[in-house]
């Protein structure tokens, strides 16, 4: 399937001062409008993952990855010409990788009686058959839980130990966060030798941890973003190439998922 690999720049002057002070913020609905300006017209799904990558003064270049070439604004979004993008990546190579996500876990929570006795009412309303369970999935932003477990937010008067503690459970959970999917998506990520001792552990950072708050039907919907980068090898050229083009995780309208990779 033939894809497009686009960079797409902001001419600042097609914005208002209400704009410019959205986009100096970070919104991540600001940044997503502006995206879908540039797949206008046909009423499709999105068909795209992107990312927003800053300069030193704040001002974004959007990377996207889709299935159409996106088009110019023009005054206000300028496309570099979209290039081919038809990732071949054998099994065995070794690659760096960066991917900035949206980190979550599901939990299942069974319906309350009344709720199930209600979602059962709109079933048969609807001529089909009720059912004896329905678990519903809630999704929890994988850093903030292992922080909660410990306590989070910590008194003022709390311990330098329970801070480090708070800080080291918060690594722990990014880190196998992307240790459990990485195979799923392709990539056996590799070892190296630990700064800290004669260990290897894996060659896996992270940073920019970011909480997001959105407008959503009167209410607000959040969701947090980090950048991972790391070395690993193909284990699954399909896999991999999937992930590439169809980006991995939650939060894809909202600049999380898209995954990048260059040989090493």
Not at 32 to 42: I, S, T, Y
Not at 47 to 52: C, L, T
Not at 175 to 197: H, I, M, P, T
Not at 221 to 244: C, H, I, M, N, P
Request: overall charge neutral; glycine content about 8%.
């Amino acid at each position: 399937m033939s894809h497009f690999f686009s960079r797409v720049h902001l001419d600042r002057q097609g914005l208002d001062r209400q704009q410019l002070t959205q986009l100096a913020a970070g919104s991540a609905y600001f940044e997503h409008a502006l995206v879908w300006r540039l797949f206008p017209g046909d009423g499709e799904a999105r068909d795209f993952v992107f990312r927003v990558d800053r300069d030193r003064n704040g001002w974004p270049t959007f990377l996207i990855v889709s299935r159409r070439p996106p088009l110019a604004v023009p005054g206000l979004l300028e496309v570099e010409v979209p290039k081919p993008y038809t990732p071949r990546l054998s099994a065995g190579e070794l690659v760096q990788f960066t991917l900035r996500a949206n980190p979550t876990e599901a939990t299942e929570v069974a319906f309350a009686p009344e709720e199930l006795a209600a979602y059962n009412a709109r079933r048969q309303a609807s001529g089909k058959a009720p059912r004896d369970h329905h678990p519903r999935r809630t999704f929890h932003d994988v850093i903030m839980a292992a922080k909660k477990r410990l306590g989070h937010p910590l008194a003022k008067d709390a311990a330098p130990a329970q801070r480090v503690a708070l800080e080291d459970a918060a690594d722990l959970a990014a880190r196998d966060w992307f240790l459990k999917r990485a195979e799923g998506w392709g990539l056996a990520v590799q070892n190296r030798e630990s700064w800290l001792d004669e260990d290897e552990e894996p060659a896996l950072e992270w940073d920019g941890y970011t909480q997001h708050s959105l407008p959503h039907k009167g209410g607000k919907l959040a969701f947090s973003s980090l950048d991972y980068q790391g070395l690993a090898r193909v284990s699954d050229s399909e896999k991999l190439t999937e992930a590439l083009i169809g980006g991995i995780g939650r939060a894809k309208a909202f600049g999380c998922g898209l995954l990048l990779v260059r040989r090493v």
